[in-house]
């Protein structure tokens, strides 16, 4: 079976930094497209960041310059390491993964709360 568990969200002020961290088993996460997704209340869910199998890494223009997605092949772990925080990044953040060939995102973590005061 394939589990997503993400941690590292926390409460910070507005320009304070956070490293979300995504450990996964059951998947070898070298292998795989990785992204990260949020969602804040009443709000759709959008994506953030993502890192390819042959390490391409993509993010929305939201974040771009702020946020840096990785990933340490060792631990079999994404990160998301956000700097820069502004209130309007509070969300939900969700890991996810898909394999290469699909179209949806077959695996999600169960999320971890990120809430930035202004």
């Known amino acids: 079976q394939v589990q997503l568990v993400e941690s590292g969200g926390g409460s910070v002020q507005a320009g304070g930094s956070l490293r979300l961290s995504c450990a996964a088993s059951?998947?070898?996460?070298?292998?795989?497209?990785m992204s990260w997704f949020r969602q804040a209340p009443g709000k759709e869910r959008e994506g953030v960041a993502t890192?390819?199998?042959?390490?391409?890494?993509l993010y929305s223009d939201f974040v771009k310059g702020r946020f840096t997605v990785s990933r340490d092949n060792a631990k079999n772990t994404l990160y998301l390491q956000m700097s820069s925080l502004k209130p309007e990044d509070t969300a939900m953040y969700y890991c996810?993964?898909?394999?290469?060939?699909?179209?949806?995102?077959?695996?999600w973590g169960q999320g971890t709360q990120v809430t930035v005061a202004s």
């Open positions: 996810a993964a898909r394999w290469p060939s699909d179209t949806r995102f077959n695996y």
């Open positions: 059951g998947v070898t996460v070298s292998k795989i497209y």
């Open positions: 890192i390819t199998s042959d390490d391409r890494m």
